[in-house]
């Protein structure tokens, strides 16, 4: 088993930034390929980015260039660093681990409960 705990989610004005992270315990990560997904009200789970074990990493098209997904597999943890925020990037953002790098949730074994993410305008 794997437990993740998110956390550097918060408020921020548009063109801000945040990091944030996913911890792991029970099992290191280093073997595992992590994801980032987001959920805004009303709206279904979509995937933002992934990092594999070898540290491919894949972004959905509208935060590439702004976020970075990183893993330090020493801290069993793996980033989302988030620049240049817009309004529609407010979110749950929740870490997901699991064997493959897929874009599907239901592909992932492991989920966080996930941290808010809101920008103001």
């Known amino acids: 088993q794997v437990q993740l705990v998110e956390s550097g989610g918060g408020l921020v004005q548009a063109g801000g930034s945040l990091r944030l992270s996913c911890a792991a315990s029970?099992?290191?990560?280093?073997?595992?390929?992590v994801a980032w997904f987001r959920q805004a009200p009303g709206k279904d789970r979509d995937f933002v980015a992934g990092?594999?074990?070898?540290?491919?990493?894949d972004y959905t098209d509208s935060v590439k260039g702004r976020f970075t997904i990183s893993r330090d597999n020493a801290k069993n943890t793996v980033y989302l660093q988030i620049d240049s925020l817009k309004p529609e990037d407010t979110a749950v953002y929740s870490c997901?681990?699991?064997?493959?790098?897929?874009?599907?949730?239901?592909?992932?074994?492991?989920w966080g409960q996930g941290t808010q993410v809101t920008v103001s305008s």
């Open positions: 997901a681990a699991g064997s493959e790098l897929s874009r599907v949730s239901r592909s992932y074994d492991y």
């Open positions: 029970g099992r290191t990560l280093g073997s595992y390929t």
């Open positions: 990092i594999r074990n070898t540290y491919y990493t």
